[in-house]
């Protein structure tokens, strides 16, 4: 068995801050101290909005963050070592995981994991590809897997996903196309990206009908009522409501989470903090109430068994992923700049993955 070095690289940031000023460090290699969990020899990170929300320090007053602080969600890799109570898992295995936000940091040489949250990587997977999927995949699973609930099924129905060439974007217009049975997906892009996004959606079920955000007026293009499902990607889903068929679903993604969501996640955020979010979110809801849609708000969840479906997927041509960019982890400068378009939310495709080895 490899033996485990008492430190490692990883991209640790010295305090709260812009992608400017995070740095390369060697820190201690984390340790299992859980019966569930896993020790993960990295291959390749995926980079996500929410790695650059933390190091700004949006969520440091629901949890308590502690410096040099490694940043990171998603890994592919492998596991050089396993907890007592873990028995789906072995040595050895090549697995991909979005790992529970108590283990976050997974920018770096080893993370860990726990078993539940952590898939074994399907073989045809590569693990940038496989390090690209996990939390934005598992975000467009349970988004939707709520919007089939609630509309009674998703099968010939409308869906609009903003932003179709984003991390979770390029997912959700896949799944719901090509999975989830739906007759039509309409998606914006920038003018830059509407041949890449078109290659990439073409074929297989369903119609995408694509919106150029920067020079058409995306309310006029749709139509009033004319959507079933809006997966509220960018924030959008106030000015969107009139598109909205009554009766018809807004999974927000995007919005700020309600008190409670936080609490969940968190344990114990401050009071105030809570009491804020659910007043916000109640709001959100009337409004949307008002106009006859059932709006409500998606954290996502790690889970093993999501990731298992999406590898699935993969393998059987419904799901492609989208890595647009990639860098070496040790290449400051290009992970630096690699976070830099991530923290903009302009101008990337799909995901940012680092490739550790
Ligand atoms: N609640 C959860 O569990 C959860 C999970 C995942 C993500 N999120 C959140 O969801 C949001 C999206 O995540 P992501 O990973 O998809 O982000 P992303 O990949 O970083 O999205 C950035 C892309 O969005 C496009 N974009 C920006 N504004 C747009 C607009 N108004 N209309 C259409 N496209 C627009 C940009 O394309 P152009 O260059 O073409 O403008 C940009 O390349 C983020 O705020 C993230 O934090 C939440």
């Known amino acids: 068995m490899a033996t485990i070095p008492p430190t490692m690289r990883a991209l640790a940031i010295p305090s709260f801050g812009k992608p400017s000023t995070y740095g390369l460090a060697n820190v201690p290699t984390p340790q ?16 996500n909005p929410i790695d650059t929300k933390v190091a700004e320090g949006a969520l440091k007053m629901a949890h308590k963050y502690t410096f040099p602080l490694v940043l990171g969600h998603d890994a592919a890799g492998t596991i050089v070592a396993v907890g007592s109570a873990v028995n789906s898992l072995k040595v050895g295995d090549q697995v991909f995981t979005r790992v529970p936000i108590h283990d976050a940091g997974t920018m ?23 390090a690209s999927i996990p939390l934005v995949g598992l975000t467009v699973l349970q988004v939707i897997r709520r919007a089939e609930t609630q509309l009674g099924g998703l099968k010939g129905k409308t869906a609009y996903v903003p932003g179709g060439l984003s991390g979770v974007g390029s997912v959700a217009v896949q799944l719901l196309k090509n999975v989830f049975g739906v007759k039509k997906v309409i998606t914006t892009l920038s003018t830059g990206k509407m041949e890449r996004a078109k290659d990439l959606f073409k074929g297989g079920e369903g119609e995408v009908v694509y919106i150029d955000y920067t020079k058409e007026n995306v309310s006029s293009a749709i139509g009033a009522g004319n959507v079933d499902f809006m997966f509220d990607t960018m924030n959008g889903a106030i000015e969107s409501l009139p598109l909205i068929r009554k009766g018809g679903v807004i999974v927000s993604i995007s919005r700020t989470p309600s008190g409670e969501e936080l609490k969940k996640k968190f344990g114990s955020p401050p009071w105030f903090m809570v009491v804020v979010l659910n007043l916000m979110d109640q709001v959100t809801k009337w409004r949307a109430g008002r106009n006859g849609v059932n709006y409500s708000y998606l954290w996502m969840e790690a889970d093993a068994k999501g990731l298992d479906d999406l590898g699935r997927w993969v393998g059987e041509g419904k799901l492609k992923p989208l890595v647009g960019r990639t860098a070496k982890l040790e290449d400051e400068a290009a992970v630096k700049s690699g976070y830099e378009e991530v923290y903009s939310a302009k101008g990337g495709v799909g995901k940012f993955v680092v490739e550790v080895i």
Do not use: N, R, W
Not at 37 to 47: D, P, Q
């Open 32 to 47: 299992i101290t859980q019966p569930d969990e896993v020790l993960i020899k990295i291959h390749a990170a995926g980079v």
């Open 108 to 130: 770096a040489e080893y993370c860990l994991s726990t078993a539940s949250a952590t898939a074994l990587k399907p073989e045809f997977m590569s693990f940038a590809d496989a």
